[in-house]
């Protein structure tokens, strides 16, 4: 078993909530302060921080605090264990697709 799997696994349970893809999509554009974040989720701010926190031991995003202010972003290259995985993923199925192609194939020009 690869490596990364550990890694993955956290990922994937990490994304596995909506709040907490929709905080990762809001990060995509730029980083934020966690009152804009927490803006269009109806819960209290230390629910919103627990998702933080989960995201962040993920190793999804960072956060740093200046005086009152804590701004969160997204860590670069955070998803490339998801992309990775995906791609060894991606071509068995792939190859079966193509097999599966070239059968319906010949099964269509014997008929013919």
């Known amino acids: 078993m690869p490596k990364y799997h ?3 696994d956290a990922v994937l349970r990490a994304l596995a909530d909506p ?9 995509a554009k ?3 302060v966690v009152s804009e974040l927490a803006a269009p989720f109806s819960m209290a701010l230390p ?3 627990q998702h933080l926190r989960v995201l962040e031991s993920a190793g999804l995003v960072t956060s740093h605090k200046i005086g009152r202010v804590r701004t969160v972003s997204l860590r670069p290259g955070a998803l490339d264990v ?4 995906l791609g060894e993923i991606r071509t068995p199925a792939e190859q079966q697709a193509d097999r599966l192609g070239i059968h319906l194939t010949r099964t269509a020009s014997k008929e013919t």
């Open 19 to 27: 709040t907490r893809r929709a905080i990762v999509e809001r990060l």
């Open 6 to 8: 550990g890694e993955l």
């Open 30 to 32: 730029s980083p934020a």
């Open 82 to 85: 998801l992309h990775l995985w």
């Open 47 to 49: 629910s919103l921080m």
